[in-house]
C-alpha cells in the first residue's frame, strides 16, 4: 500500500495564477481531507470529502478555492488567483470510512512569488 | 465549534528523561483524540490515539491519558531518545463530525 500521494510536492506560482493540488488517498479509502499549514503554525481544517460530494467545506476560503474528488481519479484542491498569503503546506489524509484514523499524505508546498 | 489548545509550546528534556505535553478540548462531544508528529518537513504521523471510552493507552515508551470530565489529555513520552525530537501535534474530534481540529503543536527538543 503505497500510502497517501500527493504531488506535487513543491509549487511555485506567480500571484494571480491557478494552483492545483492533487490526493491519491490510499488504496481503499474513500474519506479524503484537506488541511492547511502555515509556517510554524498547526494543521487547520479545509474541507472534507467522499467519492463526488463535498460533505464539510466549513474550512475552505468562501472564494478562490474549491475541492473535488471524482468517480475516477485523485481528489483535487484548486486555488484561483493565487495571492502571497496562500502560501502554505497543503496536506492531504484519508480514512477508510467513518470514525476511524486518517492517514496524511506528504504535503504540497505552495510558493506563491 | 472545537477549540483544543496545547501545551507547552516548547519543550527540552534531557535525554533518558520524560516529556508530558497536554490539551484541552471545549467540546464535550468529542470523542476522539489522536496525536501526530511531524518532523521538519514531513508528513503529520500518527503515534497514538485514545477514545472517550478508555481513560489511558500505551504502546511502548509513549501513554496518552484522556480525563473526559476535566476535557483534557495528555501525551506522555518515558526514556525519550534523540529521535523523538519533532514538533508533536494533538488533535480531537466529535462524533458525526469527520474533521480533526488541531492543537498548536509542540517542538520537542531531546538534549542528547
Known amino acids: 500500500n503505497a500510502g497517501v500521494m500527493q504531488n506535487p510536492r513543491h509549487l511555485v506560482r506567480r500571484r494571480g495564477q491557478e494552483a492545483r493540488l492533487r490526493c491519491s488517498p490510499m488504496?481503499?479509502?474513500?474519506?479524503v481531507y484537506w488541511y492547511r499549514q502555515l509556517p510554524e503554525e498547526g494543521l487547520k481544517f479545509m474541507v472534507y470529502?467522499?467519492?463526488?460530494?463535498?460533505?464539510?467545506e466549513s474550512g475552505m476560503p468562501k472564494e478562490r478555492f474549491s475541492a473535488e474528488f471524482p468517480k475516477e481519479g485523485p481528489s483535487i484542491l484548486r486555488i484561483q488567483q493565487v495571492v502571497r498569503g496562500d502560501s502554505a503546506a497543503y496536506f492531504c489524509?484519508?480514512?477508510?470510512?467513518?470514525?476511524?484514523?486518517?492517514?496524511f499524505g506528504q504535503g504540497t508546498r505552495l510558493t506563491v512569488v | 465549534g472545537e477549540n483544543v489548545e496545547q501545551h507547552p509550546s516548547t519543550l527540552s528534556v534531557q535525554e533518558g528523561d520524560s516529556a508530558v505535553i497536554k490539551c484541552t478540548y471545549s467540546?464535550?462531544?468529542?470523542?476522539?483524540f489522536p496525536w501526530y508528529k511531524q518532523e521538519l518537513g514531513k508528513r503529520p504521523q500518527l503515534i497514538i490515539d485514545?477514545?472517550?471510552?478508555?481513560g489511558e493507552k500505551k504502546d511502548q515508551r509513549i501513554a496518552v491519558t484522556l480525563n473526559k470530565t476535566a476535557k483534557h489529555f495528555s501525551l506522555h513520552i518515558t526514556e525519550t531518545q534523540p529521535e523523538d525530537s519533532a514538533v508533536y501535534f494533538c488533535?480531537?474530534?466529535?462524533?458525526?463530525?469527520?474533521?480533526?481540529?488541531f492543537g498548536t503543536g509542540t517542538r520537542l527538543t531531546i538534549i542528547p
Open positions: 489524509a484519508s480514512s477508510p470510512l467513518v470514525n476511524t484514523e486518517a492517514f
Open positions: 488504496k481503499g479509502h474513500s474519506h
Open positions: 470529502l467522499q467519492k463526488e460530494n463535498i460533505i464539510d
Open positions: 467540546d464535550s462531544a468529542s470523542n476522539y
Open positions: 485514545i477514545r472517550s471510552n478508555v
Open positions: 488533535a480531537a474530534r466529535g462524533l458525526g463530525n469527520e474533521k480533526l481540529t
